[in-house]
């Protein structure tokens, strides 16, 4: 039951963001236990299959790039959880809550259910490389993560845009760093 409520609030979130935030932060029955399981743990593992599979469908040598195919789909099982971790670490500093432990709560809240899409678009895109345009899509993850920041951080809306410039900021130098550590690490492994 809790299970369903989860992807509900992900669901209504797609479509309306700034009615869906007070609803997930009013849910008593969503845990950062929950959100471990049910969206940091199996998102990523959703789309490290879809990458597995997608170069299994749709390569050409497939047996020769096995360890390839392997090491691409453990690397972003990894690197996508270490991504979650680490922007709620930078998140965390712009709630105006006044305990550590819930704001560490709120900011895992916030960026777990909004990396929803970015992770279901990035599984299509892996899972059929030829619409690797769907990426685009998970950009909308940034309009949830806007949208959230006020009702759950409980910062004011005049410093909204503010927080969020100094957040994306913070995000964006994350993801440019587990990519570059993705790339080297293959580069060294001669992917």
């Known amino acids: 039951m809790i299970t369903l409520s989860i992807y509900k609030h992900i669901f209504r979130l797609l479509l309306s963001p700034e009615k ?15 959100l471990n399981v049910l969206l940091v743990i199996t998102l990523p593992l959703l789309m490290s299959a879809c990458n597995f599979m997608g170069f299994l469908l749709f390569e050409n040598n497939t047996a020769e790039h096995t360890n390839m195919f392997f090491f691409s789909a453990t690397a972003t099982f990894v690197l996508s959880i270490l991504s979650i971790y680490v922007s709620v670490f930078i998140v965390r500093p712009f709630a105006a809550i006044p305990t550590k432990r819930e704001r560490f709560s709120r900011a895992f809240l916030l960026v777990a259910f909004s990396c929803t899409p970015g992770f279901v678009f990035n599984s299509i895109a892996f ?18 993560l806007y949208k959230g920041i006020t009702p759950i951080l409980n910062v004011p809306d005049s410093r909204r845009s503010g927080y969020f410039t ?16 993705f790339i080297g690490t293959a580069n060294f492994l001669g992917y």
């Open 166 to 181: 100094f957040i994306l900021i913070g995000l964006l130098s994350v993801y440019a760093i587990f990519g570059a550590i």
């Open 127 to 144: 899972l059929f490389p030829v619409i690797n345009y769907l990426t685009l899509f998970g950009l909308y993850s940034f309009y949830i």
């Open 20 to 34: 869906e935030w007070p609803a997930i932060l009013n849910d008593t029955n969503i845990s950062n236990g929950k």
